[in-house]
Nanobody, 124 residues
Protein backbone atom coordinates (compact mmCIF):
# COMPACT_ATOMS: atom_id res chain seq x y z
CA UNK A 1 0.00 0.00 0.00
CA UNK A 2 1.60 3.23 -1.18
CA UNK A 3 1.41 6.11 1.27
CA UNK A 4 2.51 9.70 0.84
CA UNK A 5 2.62 11.93 3.89
CA UNK A 6 3.39 15.63 3.55
CA UNK A 7 4.63 17.89 6.31
CA UNK A 8 6.35 21.22 6.77
CA UNK A 9 3.63 23.67 5.84
CA UNK A 10 2.86 26.75 7.88
CA UNK A 11 2.54 30.51 8.00
CA UNK A 12 5.45 32.59 6.76
CA UNK A 13 5.99 36.21 5.79
CA UNK A 14 6.63 37.23 2.22
CA UNK A 15 10.28 36.75 1.36
CA UNK A 16 10.64 33.89 3.80
CA UNK A 17 11.36 30.21 3.28
CA UNK A 18 9.79 26.86 4.07
CA UNK A 19 10.74 23.28 3.35
CA UNK A 20 8.03 20.75 2.63
CA UNK A 21 8.62 17.04 3.03
CA UNK A 22 6.86 14.07 1.46
CA UNK A 23 7.59 10.73 3.09
CA UNK A 24 6.82 7.89 0.72
CA UNK A 25 6.36 4.23 1.60
CA UNK A 26 4.93 1.03 0.20
CA UNK A 27 7.15 0.28 -2.78
CA UNK A 28 10.55 0.78 -4.32
CA UNK A 29 10.51 4.10 -6.12
CA UNK A 30 13.55 3.73 -8.33
CA UNK A 31 11.51 3.80 -11.54
CA UNK A 32 9.01 6.44 -10.52
CA UNK A 33 8.68 10.19 -10.44
CA UNK A 34 7.41 12.39 -7.64
CA UNK A 35 5.70 15.69 -8.05
CA UNK A 36 4.45 18.64 -6.05
CA UNK A 37 1.21 20.36 -6.92
CA UNK A 38 -0.70 23.14 -5.22
CA UNK A 39 -4.26 24.35 -5.06
CA UNK A 40 -5.38 27.77 -3.95
CA UNK A 41 -9.01 28.44 -2.96
CA UNK A 42 -11.22 28.68 -6.02
CA UNK A 43 -8.45 27.62 -8.38
CA UNK A 44 -7.42 24.49 -10.20
CA UNK A 45 -4.68 22.26 -8.80
CA UNK A 46 -1.49 23.23 -10.58
CA UNK A 47 1.90 21.70 -11.16
CA UNK A 48 4.80 23.05 -9.11
CA UNK A 49 7.76 20.70 -9.52
CA UNK A 50 8.69 17.10 -10.26
CA UNK A 51 11.71 14.87 -9.90
CA UNK A 52 12.54 11.57 -11.53
CA UNK A 53 13.73 9.24 -8.83
CA UNK A 54 16.40 7.55 -10.94
CA UNK A 55 18.79 10.09 -12.38
CA UNK A 56 17.25 13.02 -10.54
CA UNK A 57 15.97 15.07 -13.49
CA UNK A 58 13.93 17.98 -12.21
CA UNK A 59 11.16 20.09 -13.67
CA UNK A 60 9.55 23.30 -12.46
CA UNK A 61 6.67 25.53 -13.32
CA UNK A 62 7.64 28.97 -14.57
CA UNK A 63 6.07 30.59 -11.52
CA UNK A 64 8.46 28.92 -9.08
CA UNK A 65 11.59 28.40 -11.15
CA UNK A 66 14.58 29.95 -9.43
CA UNK A 67 12.79 30.12 -6.07
CA UNK A 68 11.85 26.49 -5.34
CA UNK A 69 14.05 23.41 -5.40
CA UNK A 70 12.86 19.81 -5.44
CA UNK A 71 15.21 17.08 -4.26
CA UNK A 72 15.10 13.61 -2.81
CA UNK A 73 16.72 11.56 -0.11
CA UNK A 74 17.05 8.02 -1.40
CA UNK A 75 17.76 6.50 1.99
CA UNK A 76 14.65 8.02 3.54
CA UNK A 77 12.48 7.75 0.40
CA UNK A 78 11.53 11.33 1.05
CA UNK A 79 11.07 14.15 -1.43
CA UNK A 80 11.51 17.74 -0.37
CA UNK A 81 10.39 21.06 -1.75
CA UNK A 82 12.60 23.90 -0.58
CA UNK A 83 10.71 27.14 -1.08
CA UNK A 84 12.44 30.50 -0.89
CA UNK A 85 11.49 34.10 -1.64
CA UNK A 86 7.91 33.18 -0.95
CA UNK A 87 5.14 35.41 -2.21
CA UNK A 88 1.52 35.77 -1.09
CA UNK A 89 0.47 34.15 -4.38
CA UNK A 90 2.28 30.97 -3.27
CA UNK A 91 -0.42 30.50 -0.64
CA UNK A 92 -2.10 27.16 -1.29
CA UNK A 93 -2.58 23.60 -0.16
CA UNK A 94 0.47 21.71 -1.38
CA UNK A 95 0.23 18.06 -2.40
CA UNK A 96 2.89 15.53 -3.26
CA UNK A 97 2.08 12.85 -5.79
CA UNK A 98 3.58 9.67 -7.20
CA UNK A 99 3.74 8.86 -10.89
CA UNK A 100 4.39 5.14 -11.26
CA UNK A 101 7.07 4.62 -13.87
CA UNK A 102 6.83 8.27 -14.71
CA UNK A 103 9.22 10.81 -16.14
CA UNK A 104 8.28 14.00 -14.31
CA UNK A 105 4.97 14.94 -15.87
CA UNK A 106 3.29 18.32 -15.36
CA UNK A 107 -0.17 16.78 -15.67
CA UNK A 108 -2.29 15.74 -12.71
CA UNK A 109 -3.74 12.82 -14.62
CA UNK A 110 -0.29 11.22 -14.85
CA UNK A 111 -0.07 10.73 -11.10
CA UNK A 112 -1.35 7.61 -9.41
CA UNK A 113 -1.14 8.41 -5.71
CA UNK A 114 -1.61 11.61 -3.74
CA UNK A 115 -0.90 12.78 -0.24
CA UNK A 116 -3.38 14.60 1.94
CA UNK A 117 -1.79 18.02 1.48
CA UNK A 118 -0.07 20.56 3.69
CA UNK A 119 -1.11 24.20 3.94
CA UNK A 120 1.28 27.00 3.08
CA UNK A 121 0.20 30.55 3.87
CA UNK A 122 2.36 33.52 2.92
CA UNK A 123 1.45 36.84 4.50
CA UNK A 124 2.26 40.17 2.90
Amino acid sequence: QVQLVESGGGLVQAGGSLRLSCAASGRTFSRDAMGWFRQAPGKEREFVAAIVWSGGSRYYSDSVKGRFTIYRDNAKTTVYLQMSSLKPEDTALYYCALDLGGAGSRYRSSYDYWGQGTQVTVSS
